[in-house]
């Protein structure tokens, strides 16, 4: 079976002014589906790069990148735009939750972009926060929940395309320990039911919760356990 | 999409509702004069058109100028002249008027006394109320009789009928005259101030008051259906080669009607100016709260586009939002110019006109104010880097 992600000596430079940041240097890199893959190293060392890379937020400066045996380079931001919409389910740290919506509105969001019609919308996006255990919380807005809720709702909305890959880039790092380890209870399970998970964290504990480590490092990868 | 964008739109713009409004300040005072200005010029045209038309547009009135060494051109045999020269006139009436005092015992009045000839109320439509207008035997034998206009006899005779009975009109010297008739009330025709006149014999008239030969206007009465405005011009036309243009002043309603619809002509294609002004300057003010709106939702679009909102749907939400907040401006600028509108009509006495057409470009102008003035703004957030537009605090 194709690996669900590939990459191929990709690198990501950032030039500032004179200096030549090389946020990734040389990355290769294939992650096959259904895999649990925890991502750590230290901070600055290339990790949010390489998962803005792998869920094309970003472009690599050079290198090639297969995302669900689709090839990203030369796609223009519209198609990127589909990737992201149906490949791709990002959780961020900071949530990203659209503030002057309800929660329910929230998970929706990404099937509008999918052309999904609005009853339909709702029943996927209701479905997917019972999943994370939020059903009641549906009519709250983002400042009416709390730490550990609004990354459930930020979960659900990763889930509702039915997305290949979920990548989560330091989901536990705005939450206390406990609310954390729920957090990361509720991605096992997602790999459980088959999906294919890259967690990044610093944590080194949650890290050996995963199949795969993977360790960061000056912008290049190094494999561990 | 569509429906989801207008929604969002909504939302942004009771999110703010002060900046909003401000931010349409311009459209709304644009939209709204330019709707006052149309409404009420288009009023105050129907207003004067009906009336000018109410009196009746198939008279034409010439008055010859006194001081015009050519005047002695009009006198009582260029009625004929006229007649035979233009085509379409019915009857040309020699009037000869001016003011004068009018008594009865203690009630006294100021009128217009006009000395007319006897075909006069039946050229004009003009009906008695009663007794008789003065006959052609009257006039040759120059009798002194009067026929009253309503509003005098009302004045002059309050609680009982003027027929019969006897008035005096004042000019150098007292004369009484027997009233013969009263006229039913009829609508004034610019020139043609029926009910405040007393009409005498045109033969007593120059007998008392000028020099016979003099006549101070013609009255026209137009061919049935024959077109009034070309009569005028005919008219016109022959008195300038006759008489010259300086020897007279001609009065049509015809042509006052024609050229109040002209007018409203001209300042609607003045106020289409207006009003591009003004939707500019509005337009500029909607193009910089865009922006405002673009910056301080970076972060949204960020979150929006890592969702899987292409380049497009981001342009098409903040255009739709530019397109309902314009909207929304013309909208209350109509409401605002309607009101205006009718507070001033109410005030000078107007019927109101409003023109729903003028709603629909309202409408339809602010919209597209929307998306010309949107474009570039949504513009730069559809071309927003989606990892700096998530990073934005
Ligand atoms: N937009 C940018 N411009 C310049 N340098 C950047 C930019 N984004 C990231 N970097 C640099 O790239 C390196 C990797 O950053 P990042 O991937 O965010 O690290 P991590 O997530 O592992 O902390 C850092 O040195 C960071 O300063
Ligand atoms: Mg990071």
Same mark, same amino acid.
Request: proline share 3%; charged share 20%.
């Given at each position: 079976?194709?690996?669900?992600?590939? !990459?191929?000596?990709?690198?990501?430079?950032?030039?500032?002014?004179?200096?030549?940041?090389?946020?990734?240097?040389? =990355?290769?890199?294939?992650?096959?589906?259904?895999?649990?893959?925890?991502?750590?190293?230290?901070?600055?060392?290339?990790?949010?790069?390489?998962?803005?890379?792998?869920?094309? !937020?970003?472009?690599?400066?050079?290198?090639? &990148? @297969?995302?669900?045996?689709?090839?990203?380079?030369?796609?223009?931001?519209?198609? !990127?735009?589909?990737?992201?919409?149906?490949?791709?389910?990002?959780?961020?740290?900071?949530?990203?939750?659209?503030?002057?919506?309800?929660?329910?509105?929230? =998970?929706?969001?990404?099937?509008?972009?999918?052309?999904?019609?609005?009853?339909?919308?709702?029943?996927?996006?209701?479905?997917? !926060?019972?999943?994370?255990?939020?059903?009641?919380?549906?009519? @709250?807005?983002?400042?009416?929940?709390?730490?550990?809720?609004?990354?459930?709702?930020?979960?659900?909305?990763?889930?509702?395309?039915?997305?290949?890959?979920?990548?989560?880039?330091?989901?536990?790092?705005?939450?206390?320990? @406990?609310?954390?380890?729920?957090?990361?209870?509720?991605?096992?399970?997602? @790999?459980?039911?088959?999906?294919?998970?890259?967690?990044?964290?610093?944590?080194?504990?949650?890290?050996?919760?995963?199949?795969?480590? &993977?360790?960061?490092?000056?912008?290049? &990868?190094?494999?561990?356990? | *999409?569509?429906?989801?964008?207008?929604?969002?739109?909504?939302?942004?713009?009771?999110?703010?509702?002060?900046?909003?409004?401000?931010?349409?300040?311009?459209?709304?005072?644009?939209?709204?004069?330019?709707?006052?200005?149309?409404?009420?010029?288009?009023?105050?045209?129907?207003?004067?058109?009906?009336?000018?038309?109410?009196?009746?547009? /198939?008279?034409?009135?010439?008055?010859?100028?006194?001081?015009?060494?050519?005047?002695? /051109?009009?006198? /009582?045999?260029? +009625?004929?002249?006229?007649?035979?020269?233009?085509?379409?006139?019915?009857?040309?009436?020699?009037?000869?008027?001016?003011?004068?005092?009018?008594?009865?015992?203690?009630?006294?009045? $100021?009128?217009?006394?006009?000395?007319?000839?006897?075909?006069?109320?039946?050229?004009?439509?003009?009906?008695?109320?009663?007794?008789?207008?003065? +006959?052609?035997?009257? $006039?040759?034998?120059?009798?002194?009789?009067?026929?009253?206009?309503?509003?005098?006899?009302?004045?002059?005779?309050?609680?009982?009928?003027?027929?019969?009975?006897?008035?005096?009109?004042?000019?150098?010297?007292? #004369?009484?005259?027997?009233?013969?008739?009263? *006229?039913? /009330?009829?609508?004034? $025709?610019?020139?043609?101030?029926?009910?405040?006149?007393?009409?005498?014999?045109?033969?007593?008239?120059?007998?008392?008051?000028?020099?016979?030969?003099?006549?101070?206007?013609?009255?026209?009465?137009?061919?049935?259906?024959?077109?009034?405005?070309?009569?005028?011009? $005919?008219?016109?036309?022959?008195?300038?080669?006759?008489?010259?243009?300086?020897?007279?002043?001609?009065?049509?309603?015809?042509?006052?009607?024609?050229?109040? +619809?002209?007018?409203?002509?001209?300042?609607?294609?003045?106020?289409?100016?207006?009003?591009?002004?003004?939707?500019?300057?509005?337009?500029?003010?909607?193009?910089?709260?865009?922006?405002?709106?673009?910056?301080?939702?970076? #972060?949204?679009?960020?979150?929006?586009?890592?969702?899987?909102?292409?380049?497009?749907?981001?342009?098409?939400?903040?255009? +739709?939002?530019?397109?309902?907040?314009?909207?929304?401006?013309?909208?209350?600028?109509?409401?605002?110019?309607?009101?205006?509108?009718?507070?001033?009509?109410?005030?000078?006495?107007?019927?109101?006109?409003?023109?729903?057409?003028?709603?629909?470009?309202?409408?339809?102008?602010?919209?597209?104010?929307?998306?010309?003035?949107?474009?570039?703004?949504?513009?730069?957030?559809?071309?927003?880097?989606?990892?700096?537009?998530?990073?934005?605090?």
């Amino acid at each position: 079976m194709k690996p669900v992600i590939e !990459l191929e000596d990709v690198r990501r430079y950032y030039t500032m002014g004179e200096i030549i940041v090389k946020a990734l240097d040389g =990355v290769t890199l294939t992650i096959s589906r259904g895999d649990f893959v925890s991502i750590t190293g230290p901070s600055g060392s290339g990790k949010s790069t390489l998962m803005n890379l792998i869920g094309c !937020l970003d472009t690599p400066t050079d290198g090639y &990148i @297969h995302i669900d045996g689709e090839m990203t380079l030369g796609m223009d931001e519209k198609d !990127l735009a589909y990737v992201r919409n149906q490949k791709v389910g990002f959780v961020f740290q900071q949530f990203n939750l659209l503030a002057k919506m309800s929660a329910l509105d929230n =998970v929706a969001t990404p099937l509008l972009y999918t052309g999904v019609p609005y009853r339909e919308r709702r029943e996927i996006a209701m479905s997917a !926060l019972k999943k994370v255990g939020l059903a009641d919380r549906m009519k @709250h807005r983002p400042n009416e929940l709390s730490g550990g809720q609004k990354q459930r709702v930020a979960i659900a909305r990763s889930l509702v395309n039915n997305p290949s890959i979920l990548l989560a880039d330091e989901p536990t790092g705005a939450l206390d320990t @406990h609310t954390g380890a729920q957090i990361l209870e509720l991605f096992e399970e997602l @790999h459980s039911e088959g999906r294919t998970v890259v967690l990044v964290t610093h944590d080194t504990d949650i890290a050996r919760h995963a199949k795969r480590q &993977i360790h960061v490092r000056d912008g290049r &990868i190094g494999e561990a356990g | *999409m569509i429906w989801e964008n207008i929604h969002l739109a909504l939302k942004a713009m009771v999110a703010s509702k002060m900046r909003t409004l401000l931010s349409l300040l311009g459209i709304v005072i644009g939209v709204g004069s330019v709707i006052a200005i149309l409404t009420l010029g288009q009023s105050a045209t129907k207003s004067i058109t009906q009336t000018i038309v109410e009196g009746g547009l /198939e008279t034409i009135t010439i008055f010859p100028d006194r001081s015009d060494p050519k005047v002695g /051109e009009f006198d /009582e045999e260029f +009625t004929d002249v006229l007649k035979k020269n233009v085509d379409d006139i019915e009857t040309v009436l020699p009037v000869n008027s001016s003011s004068a005092l009018v008594r009865v015992e203690q009630e006294s009045s $100021n009128a217009t006394v006009s000395g007319v000839v006897s075909s006069y109320a039946a050229v004009l439509d003009y009906e008695v109320a009663e007794g008789e207008f003065f +006959t052609l035997a009257d $006039n040759l034998s120059s009798r002194q009789v009067a026929v009253l206009g309503s509003e005098v006899a009302a004045e002059l005779f309050p609680n009982q009928s003027a027929v019969g009975r006897y008035i005096s009109i004042f000019r150098n010297q007292a #004369k009484s005259y027997l009233v013969i008739a009263v *006229m039913e /009330e009829k609508d004034a $025709n610019f020139n043609l101030q029926y009910n405040a006149s007393v009409y005498i014999p045109y033969n007593t008239y120059t007998d008392r008051f000028v020099k016979p030969t003099f006549v101070g206007s013609y009255v026209i009465r137009v061919a049935d259906g024959a077109d009034a405005l070309a009569v005028s011009d $005919n008219v016109s036309t022959y008195l300038d080669s006759t008489v010259g243009t300086d020897a007279y002043r001609i009065f049509s309603p015809a042509s006052l009607a024609e050229m109040a +619809t002209s007018i409203t002509g001209t300042l609607s294609s003045f106020l289409a100016a207006i009003a591009a002004i003004s939707l500019l300057v509005g337009g500029i003010g909607i193009m910089n709260i865009m922006l405002v709106s673009v910056a301080e939702r970076t #972060k949204e679009i960020g979150v929006r586009k890592a969702l899987g909102a292409s380049p497009r749907v981001i342009m098409g939400q903040f255009i +739709t939002e530019a397109m309902v907040l314009t909207l929304t401006g013309g909208l209350l600028g109509i409401v605002l110019g309607v009101s205006i509108s009718y507070i001033v009509a109410r005030a000078v006495e107007w019927q109101l006109f409003i023109s729903y057409t003028s709603f629909l470009l309202a409408a339809g102008f602010s919209t597209l104010v929307g998306v010309f003035f949107g474009w570039y703004p949504a513009y730069k957030a559809s071309k927003l880097d989606p990892i700096e537009a998530l990073n934005y605090e």
